[in-house]
């Protein structure tokens, strides 16, 4: 029988999502949050909310036994947890199951053999599947790490053994790096997932990121559900995901399926899964050395194979949707059933293998700077434009205009998954759907996003896992912003939009004809100028109603004639040749976009230069809203240019704050632990000794 009332141990978008269905098949939902998500969405959108504790995840939502005190106090008959905080805690699903609750999800047992990607990596070379070698040991002595490290060779990584969505993992190339890196990944580790414990293993430089949808019931069906390729990729967080795979051949999807399909069976696995898989850009698995503790001669008998297992995940990924659209299918309803004792559809467990229908993409929109490293954002926004949802276009969302980001999770926005017939034209639907998006209030994403989803490596499919961290500065466009184009066709919007406005002033007023409402710039004696300030640098203009000669810095011109603003769009001959750009003018602020790339300006009043004010370098502020975690210098110390003095931490992940130039701290303004604003001074420098 399927449950009444659900409980969702999550939030943010996930949670909206699960909602979503539930609501759908009727099921009532429970929803938990902290105290800093007390005016969350998903605590609107539940049938009743219930706070757990404070805003930091281990005072809330890594908090089981609130959870479950919950789930007994609302009558939950199954607890959902999303993915992320407790979803992969074998302990949390374990004392689900003892309060008589059904866990939506793997059983614990199952979550024990396969949450831990150590534990998971010895069970697979155990069963001869080929992994990479590593350590996975539970012996977790710095030492014994460190002599572990020098076998495996570098460079390696370190990887949170309970961890996922790139926390908790750090690159290191030589056994200097190797401490410091330690101490990092095994905090962040600890804070994002509450437990510390890491796995070594080699790291290779340019492999494919493959993962396959895997499904299983309690009457004996694992049954998969095609691949999803994840390789674009940042700092270890997956950007860009689709289905089908660009990059698989048949004969290499129908083995890696196969194979997924086996660890699920040899599991005995029930309910939804992710096997993940890496592949080298030849498809051909990435030779390595080494072998796994307790798996002897496992290499010997994996050597040949052209995939690794990689890892488990035991729950939904953030990237299910992708699946969903060219399967139509609902996997969170799929996971509700099986869990309820429902089989698997017969449709599904028939086909060794289910035909996709087009294909699929899904970015993340994220509120980060791309320009400052990523840095994660928060604060309230003011503005938040997502395209219309449709049979092509599909926008899972946490948050609406007016609600805020937070410092304590995850800086998402939204995710956009777009749907069509063949790739190219899913990757076109994708360019249409980010030029659409907004955002006013914490720095995005957005320009990174369109960036990367025109670039060739994109568009070729042949990117591999660093392609992004190699060839970063190919996705930032610094160099857009020295494009006059963009300035002009701002002008030239703001121009005809002022023009606009004064008409309708004029056609409302007594007199229609009054020459005080006339906007061309004329005076007596010489040809009317006007001036247009954006980004406080200024614009001559002469002319009006759409034939303009315009003049900007560093003495470049353009002449603009036949220019109309009309439903958003701007078109005219920019020096000759017809142009035609996406404009928005809200308020001040005018977005300027030519099909492939923005430009947002913000108008001033001529002449009305705002102060600005200097910082200068005698001081080491917060670059974001975030917790000291922890001092690597005191007072009265010299330090040199580029001296780790402090890590901050925000949306769970770790930033290190370093010396700006040679100086001696002449005071420092936060200790460990605290909570800082952005731009709050941590530290005052004096003059080096």
Known sequence: MMFERVLIANRGEIACRIMRTCRRMGIRTIAVYSEADATAQHVRQADVAFPIGGPRPADSYLRGDAILEVARQAGAQAIHPGYGFLSENADFAEGVERAGIAFIGPSAESMRKMGSKAGAKELMAGHGVPVV???????QDPALLADEARRIGFPLMIKAAHGGGGKGMRIVRDAGEFAANLESCQREAKNAFGRDRVLLERYLETPRHIEFQIFGDKHGNVIHLNERECSAQRRYQKVLEETPSPFLTPDLR?????????AGNALGYVNAGTVEFIVDAQGRASAAEGRMPGAAGANARNSGSDFYFMEINTRLQVEHPVTEMVLHQDLVELQLRVAAGEALPGSLVRNKAVPADGHAIELRLYAEDPQQGFLPGSGTLQRLRLPAQSAHVRVDAGVIEGDTVTIFYDPMIAKL?????TRADALQRMREALAQCDVIGPKSNIDFLERLIRHPAVIEGRIDTSYLDRHLDEFLGAGDAADPAFAFAAATAWLLHEEACAGRSAAASADRHSPWAITDGWRLGHPGKRIVML??????????????????AEETRAAIADARLEAGTLSGRFDGVARRFDVAIDGDRIIVHDGARRRVFEHTAPFAFERGEDAGTDSLRAPMPGRIVLIKAAAGEQVQAGQEIMVIEAMKMELSLKAPQAATIASLHATAGDFVEADAVLVRFGEAK
């Open 254 to 262: 129908t083995r890696m399926g196969e194979a997924a399909v086996a």
């Open 417 to 421: 998954i777009v749907w069509d017939r």
């Open 535 to 552: 980004d406080h640098a200024a614009i001559s203009a002469y002319g009006s109603g759409g034939k303009y000669a315009l003049t900007g």
């Open 133 to 139: 070698p590593g350590y996975t040991g539970a012996d």
